[in-house]
């Protein structure tokens, strides 16, 4: 895409810096910078194999262009090891004036962001991306692309979350066109499947019974596990040598054969690579889901630093399901380490809090043991806030919260859209342990207020609206009661449809309207309530120009209330 982007303009066109103003555009692998003492020597496998420019020309030459030069430094997560150069390239040591394009895992770079002017964070597909990905791996194939069509309707469905990512999406469409049946909706379950077609594969290919390629693979997995302890992502020949037939590994279809660069001593080893990292992670949690002793020894490095070992973690759960026991250690380790019954602070966060990583691990069950259940229901914090949730966090929270039961959780949501959340609001509504929620930004407020069952027949009892919308023409009512309402800059349709409703009941405890527009209508229903005997907790609140002084005498002789916030002006 950013190569696509380069090309021709004329100098009216060109802004400071702009990626077309550039001469020499460098795509290289981060690890391809280890070890190197010079860019010069680092790009020079780059060079045509008879090109006799020297290392110091070729310096001289990329010193002169250097304010017109970008690196595309791919997988920084995979190669950042002992690499000095690399580092030194993105802190500006080296040709400060070039420009740096630098992918990675988002947990690997969060420290070097002062270096960069421009942060992204990729999301995923979305759908347009999704059928496009469809669609080249059908042509690839010589697939109609109608024969995909069930694959899509998944995809629209059970598979919406998966399907997100170009890698799963690509072993997905593998798996469809190969066995249907291996299908599956969690990401370690995907692995597992993959696994499983590798293994039979790779039988019919090298002709050999099932046990001889499981033992390849366990030793594989074994390899890789120790290469990945010491942040390697090979695995070189003669360790593979030691304890196999290497020459058969490469027909399993996870690794790749590839050269090393020259050592000191001028050797070039051969090494085996993964064609994504994922997999050498996916092996890696193979291996200690069957070891228990290399597992709970390394769970507590794992554990200290849980950003960059997400996906061994991640995996690693998954592979536990069957073993209930393992699995209810493991969700224990990583509660007590996130500690899962805290309250955290949701500014201090870009993303989901480390209190929610339980949640994102539940996701890839497709059920949870009933240990299990019991464990993190013990656990779980009185307030739950899913306002930076991942769409992970929200599936694990969407298989947890029906299974909850004797508790009192407060749920806030933010942009809870309807349509792309059913089976989540769903599962708040059907859940008998919550009492209060907190909607943020909801531009539906009675669709939303139809799936969550408000007033109804749930549990729900207190109800905060920050930002409330409605379409034109919607109605929005309570058709049972509401202990608690609070609304915060709600449109005046929000406002007065739910007074309304509230002014009809004796029921209510808690009233707070804050920076909410008020009619002569309105008003009128907020004295009828500030008279109701069951009132406790009053908040009326409203910019300085707005006073709440007409509001003071309906409350003048209420003696149940017991506590009061109102803004008030030029009171005498």
């Known amino acids: 895409k950013i190569a696509h982007t380069w090309q021709p303009c004329t100098e009216q066109q060109r802004q400071p810096r702009s990626l077309q103003d550039i001469n020499l ?36 030459y990329l010193e002169q262009l250097a304010d017109k030069v970008v690196f595309i430094i791919d997988s920084y997560d995979e190669g950042c090891k002992d690499n000095r150069l690399l580092e030194e390239l993105i802190k500006k040591e080296t040709m400060p004036q070039a420009t740096v394009v630098l992918t990675s895992r988002f947990n690997f770079v969060t420290s070097l962001q002062k270096y960069f002017d421009i942060t992204c964070d990729l999301q995923g597909y979305d759908w347009e991306h999704r059928m496009e990905h469809v669609g080249r791996f059908a042509q690839h194939k010589g697939i109609p692309f109608q024969d995909f069509q069930p694959l899509i309707e998944k995809m629209r469905g059970e598979l919406r979350e998966l399907s997100s990512n170009p890698l799963t999406l690509t072993l997905i469409c593998l798996l469809f066109k190969e066995d249907k049946e291996l299908l599956t909706t969690t990401r370690t379950g995907l692995y597992k499947s993959i696994d499983a ?33 010491k942040g390697d992502c090979v695995i070189l020949e003669k360790d593979l040598a030691a304890v ?76 536990l399901q069957s073993s209930p026991e393992a699995l209810t250690d ?123 069952r408000i007033a109804q027949s749930t549990s729900i009892e207190h109800v905060k609206i920050i930002i409330g919308r409605m379409k034109k023409g919607d109605q929005l009512h309570l058709p049972g009661v509401l202990h608690g309402l609070e609304l915060i800059a709600c449109d005046l349709e929000v406002t007065q449809c739910l007074l309304g409703d509230v002014a009809k009941k004796d029921v209510i405890s808690t009233l707070s309207i804050q920076q909410c527009g008020l009619n002569d209508v309105i008003k009128g229903m907020v004295r009828e309530i500030l008279m109701k005997d069951t009132l406790r907790n009053v908040s009326l609140t409203s910019p300085y120009d707005q006073p709440m002084n007409e509001f003071l005498s309906s409350l003048t002789n209420h003696h149940n209330l017991r506590s009061l916030k109102i803004t008030l002006r030029r009171m005498s």
Not at 206 to 228: D, T
């Open 330 to 452: 493991m969700a224990n380790a990583v509660m007590q380490h996130t500690r899962f019954t805290a309250m955290h602070l949701q500014q201090k966060y870009a993303r989901c809090p480390p209190s929610h990583r339980i949640l994102q691990l539940v996701a890839e069950l497709s059920e949870v043991p009933p240990p299990l259940m019991t464990l993190i229901t013990s656990h779980c914090p009185h307030r739950i806030d899913t306002t930076r949730c991942s769409s992970k966090c929200i599936m694990g929270l969407t298989r947890m919260l029906p299974l909850i039961k004797g508790k009192n959780i407060a749920l806030s949501l933010r942009y809870p859209k309807v349509e792309n959340n059913a089976s989540f609001l769903n599962a708040v509504a059907t859940c008998t342990s919550i009492t209060s929620i907190e909607i943020w930004y909801c531009s539906d407020l009675p669709a939303c207020f139809s799936s969550l």
């Open 197 to 229: 077609f590798i293994v039979k594969t790779a039988c019919k290919r090298m002709k050999c019974p099932k046990e001889e390629v499981k033992e390849l693979l366990a030793q594989l997995s074994r390899l890789a596990y120790e290469a990945y302890r």
């Open 25 to 60: 555009l460098l795509y290289m692998h981060a690890a391809q910078l280890s070890k190197k003492t010079s860019i010069a020597e680092a790009i020079s496998h780059l060079l045509p194999k008879n090109s006799k420019l020297p290392p110091e020309e070729l310096e001289e």
């Open 244 to 319: 196999c037939d290497a020459k058969k590994v490469p027909h399993l279809g996870y690794v790749r054969k590839e050269f090393q660069p020259l050592t000191d001593e001028f050797e070039r080893p051969v090494c085996y690579s993964f064609p994504h990292k994922t997999l050498m992670e996916f092996l890696c949690a193979r291996h200690l889901s069957a070891n228990k002793e290399e597992r709970d020894e390394f769970m507590k490095e794992l554990l200290d630093d849980y950003e960059k070992n997400e996906t061994v973690i991640t995996f690693l759960f998954g592979l």
